[in-house]
Each structure stands twice: as C-alpha cells, then as structure tokens.
C-alpha cells in the first residue's frame, strides 16, 4: 500500500507557495480560492476579505461527499461520480474514491469463450481457448493432472508455490519458473516454460477474443487513518464503468444474489448493484 505522506512531503512547499485550495460548492462545482496576504491586519480586513485559514498540507485532506468533477489537491485525485447518475442503480448510495498521483492502477479481464460468456464450466478445448491459447499458464474451472501440477487443484488451502521466477524478467514483468520436463508428458508440452507474464499484465499487449485492458483506472482506493490507501471488498462493493474509466464505491459489501451472507464481501467489478439493502449491496 502507498503511504500518503510521502506524497504530501513532495507537495508541499509548491502547495505552501503557491496558497491556492480547492472548495468544494453546494451544489457540487470546484472552483479554486486564494488566500489573502497573511500580513493584513484585521483592522484592514472586510468580511469579504477575511483571511482565510491555511489548509495544513500535512493533514489528509477530506474528500468531498459528491464532486461533480474531477478534482486533485496534489496529492490524490478524487474520482468523478458517473456521468449519468441514472446509469446505475442506487447512485445516490456511490461514495467518491480516491486515485493517488503519481501511480498507476491497470485493470483487466480475461475469458475463454467471450467476455460476458459465463465462466461456470470448462469449454471443450481449454488449452487452445481465450486467453489459455499458447500458454502453459492456464484459466480454468476443473483441476486435471494431464494440464500439469501447477494447473491442478492443490487439494488444500495452501497454494502452489514458486509459479513464477524470484526476479522480474528483462521487460520488467514476471515469468513462469518450469522446466521443459515438468511440460513433458502433460497437455503443455511445446509451451514456453519461462514465458513471461506481459501477456497478461502489459495493456499494450492485445489477445484476441481472450483479453481486455483498461488502463489507469480511476476511483478505486480509500484512505485509512494511518495514511495508508487500501480497497477492501468487505467495505465497500466496486463497479467498473468503463466509459468514465473509473470505479464507484457503493457504502456496503457486495454479496451474490440469494446468499445472506455478506461478511467477506464480492469483488465482482463488471457486475452493476442490482439490489440494496441497509448493509449490503448487488
């Protein structure tokens, strides 16, 4: 997680500087405020005039219940609620999130049918499907030795391990970590046992009927009072609109339809609210 202060500590001198601040209107607009000569004296000073109190750069600053606009106060940018708030159901229950500066955030979405084809069972062919075509890495439902170990079920809750080399690969992605004779005898055989991973986390990098990529998404985190930012699903349920590329927080966890339990929260981001109640959302 990043930790806020160190942005606040490279902000603030152009923000001490420049004492300009951004203020949040009534009715949602931004527009910015400049604070009056700290040498005026109050004899001097209207009611129009007053000075205001300087923003302590150090402190976190409070995003506001519902911008209309995206907004940043050199230290984080405050995502944009929908462009059309009747887009989704319950906006009014969408909470602003947060997108620090000077990081970068990529979502993506894999299948092996098509992209909105339900991922409940295996196709027929799932090592020449979607995203699987040509990789020894793959996606799956069922566990089937005959695809290799490290694509079987481990029976347990602990994972497999050392999938990937200790070290990033030259292109700055991670590579799987097989040998030619752990492919040897599975359906893997003739795949790359050190293939690097851009495939699936380069946005540059397109799959065919397997992939889709969105960049610098917008909106996700929150700030916790450590000054750490974090998601945690069991928060906060997150819708990805990809139009606005940015998420929305709801104030509740999402659940599945028909469970009543809601206490680990779904991270489900292609998936609209559906239904609400007071404690959980979709």
């Given at each position: ?76 940018t405050y995502t944009e609620l ?186 489900s981001p292609s998936t609209p ?10």
């Amino acid at each position: 997680m990043l930790r806020k202060t160190m942005f606040q500590k490279v902000t603030a001198a152009a923000l001490a500087a420049a004492m300009m601040f951004t203020v949040w209107a009534p009715d949602g607009a931004a527009f910015a405020e400049t604070v009056p000569d700290p040498a005026a004296t109050p004899e001097s000073a209207t009611p129009e005039t007053a000075p205001t109190p300087t923003p302590d750069p150090t402190e976190a600053p409070q995003p506001a219940e519902a911008p209309a606009m995206l907004a940043t106060d050199g230290v984080q940018t405050y995502t944009e609620l929908p462009s059309d708030p009747t887009q989704g159901k319950y906006a009014e229950h969408i909470i602003p999130g947060l997108s620090p500066n000077g990081t970068t955030i990529d979502l993506f979405d894999y299948w092996l049918t098509g992209q909105t084809d339900a991922d409940n069972a295996d196709p027929d062919n799932v090592p020449d499907s979607g995203i699987n075509k040509g990789h020894a890495l793959l996606f799956r439902k069922s566990g089937s030795p005959k695809y290799g170990k490290w694509n079987d079920w481990t029976r347990s809750a602990k994972p497999y391990s050392g999938l990937v080399q200790a070290e990033l690969g030259k292109d700055g992605y991670p590579a799987l970590n097989l040998t030619a004779e752990q492919l040897k005898g599975t359906d893997m055989a003739g795949c790359d046992p050190n293939e690097s991973l851009a495939y699936l986390f380069d946005p540059n990098i397109a799959v065919e009927n397997g992939k889709a990529s969105y960049p610098d998404v917008q909106g996700l985190l929150k700030v916790a009072e450590d000054g750490y930012y974090y998601y945690r699903s069991s928060d906060n349920y997150a819708v990805f609109y990809p139009e606005d590329n940015s998420f929305y927080l709801y104030k509740y966890p999402g659940f599945l339809a028909g469970s009543n339990n809601a206490s680990n929260g779904q991270f489900s981001p292609s998936t609209p609210c559906r239904t609400l109640t007071r404690t959980k959302a979709c």
